[in-house]
């Protein structure tokens, strides 16, 4: 009986041990499998992700569309200067001079054909038009800058909430034992209770400053996401950098390059340009119009033609010109009137724009020196914080200071930390939006 067991164990043995190799075998491939399905992280420069952005950008696709149409609705105006072929046929009953509604010889099948020649108000609409069409591209870029001032802030500002937040973490630690070390010195009779509750508080503030900057990171991260059109669960890597390019002209010639670059003026020209060009055409309605025309036409005997008429011709052709001379026309002295009234508000309208661009140009430019000066504070005061952290660990280590100084130097290092990289964020800032108040906002990062 033993030696049965014996020998049905052995045979087992070899079973058991293909199970368990399969079953091994089984989990690698899940693991692999696993391993596969996790995207790689998007690692993104600051250019690169600014051109992804434009490149997914749905608002810039809606602009373009916007643009095409501004053509294709130039190219409805258009079509009145090119030549316009008609054919038709109906039936009617006549009663008398056999003619139709319009007063022409009712035909079996005709065809017109129709070309303006000469129009003044007419080809005044279509430069308008076309001037609009033209203009419509500042908008294009309008939105374009638009969306590279979106990203840019929004890449520049998760590297700084992810850099302080590796900061606040660090932080975290040494309240916890400064935390720990009141407790101690209380229980020992050295530390007041208040000590412990001042310690508590400054541990909840960090706590609560962690939070703050853990969902500024998760709302950063997923305006990113959707700018860049990229999967939710793929992590986007982001380091901090400089701005390509910048801003060191004099405030006159950044106001100059704002006023020939900037997408709203450059709109607003387009549009005084395009008014200007339909007050010319209205002015141009006192003269003379002048289309080419044409008509072909067969009749029929049907309708008794012949019996009203000496000579009945079937085929009938007719081409030539049509001249139109306005003798008296109320429509061209109120369109004139309102033409002139349209294009005095577009000036009105450039002029202010191009007063407040000023204005706005020399403002970003005072606030971008302020950041700039914040920003070389912010370092200095850092630069304070760390040298002394490293005279107070040269203390700790001869045993001139104790622990709980040492680490409320680091934490004063690290709020030094934190001010410096909002400054540096606050200054990047200040110099995207001037440079997309000048027009070298897409340039920088070509």
């Not at 049965?4 to 079953?23: G, T």
């Not at 009663?95 to 009712?106: E, H, K, L």
């Not at 010639?253 to 704002?258: D, G, I, M, S």
Request: proline share 4%.
């Amino acid at each position: 009986m033993n030696e049965l067991n014996w020998q049905s164990a052995r045979r087992a043995v070899p079973l058991l041990a293909s199970m368990i190799l399969a079953a091994a075998g089984i989990s690698a491939v899940g693991i692999t499998l696993a391993a596969q399905d996790a995207l790689p992280p998007a690692r993104l420069t600051l250019k690169q992700a600014v051109n992804q952005a434009i490149r997914n950008s749905r608002d810039l696709a809606l602009a373009r569309i916007q643009q095409t149409i501004t053509e294709k609705a130039a190219g409805l105006n258009r079509a009145d200067f090119l030549p316009n072929l008609y054919g038709g046929s109906g039936a009617a009953y006549t009663n008398g001079m056999p003619q139709t509604p319009g007063g022409q010889a009712p035909s079996i099948f005709s065809v017109s054909y129709i070309q303006t020649l000469f129009n003044p108000p007419l080809r005044g609409q279509l430069k308008a038009a076309e001037e609009r069409a033209r203009g419509q591209q500042s908008n294009v870029e309008a939105v374009r800058d638009s969306v590279i001032l979106r990203a840019a802030s929004a890449y520049l500002e998760l590297a700084k909430t992810r850099h302080a937040l590796e900061l606040m973490r660090r932080q975290r630690e040494g309240a916890q034992k400064i935390l720990d070390l009141t407790r101690d010195r209380a229980g020992a009779g050295l530390e007041l209770p208040i000590e412990i509750t001042r310690a508590q508080l400054q541990s909840a503030r960090i706590e609560q400053r962690i939070l703050q900057l853990e969902g500024a990171e998760d709302s950063l991260d997923d305006e990113l996401h959707n700018m860049l059109g990229l999967q939710p669960d793929q992590r986007i890597e982001v380091a901090a950098e400089e701005l390509p390019g910048g801003l060191d002209q004099p405030v006159p010639e950044l106001v100059h390059l704002a006023l020939a670059n900037n997408a709203a003026v450059k709109q607003a020209e387009s549009e005084q340009r395009a008014r200007h060009f339909r007050l010319d055409g209205e002015r141009g309605g006192r003269f003379p119009t002048l289309d080419l025309v044409g008509q072909y036409s067969i009749l029929s005997r049907i309708n008794n033609y012949d019996q009203f008429f000496k000579k009945f011709q079937r085929h009938n052709f007719n081409f030539g010109v049509q001249v139109n001379i306005p003798i008296l026309s109320a429509r061209t002295n109120s369109a004139v009137s309102f033409a002139q009234t349209d294009l005095n508000a577009a000036e009105l309208d450039l002029k202010n724009k191009r007063g407040l661009l000023e204005l706005e140009v020399r403002r970003e430019a005072r606030r971008t020196r302020e950041m700039e000066a914040g920003r070389e504070v912010a370092r200095l005061e850092l630069q304070l914080a760390q040298q002394n952290l490293a005279v107070l660990q040269a203390q700790f280590q001869e045993g001139r200071l104790n622990l709980r100084d040492l680490e409320r130097a680091r934490i004063e290092e690290n709020d030094k930390w934190m001010a410096f990289l909002d400054a540096e964020f606050e200054r990047q800032r200040a110099q995207l939006e001037l440079m997309r108040t000048t027009g070298q906002l897409a340039k920088a990062f070509q």
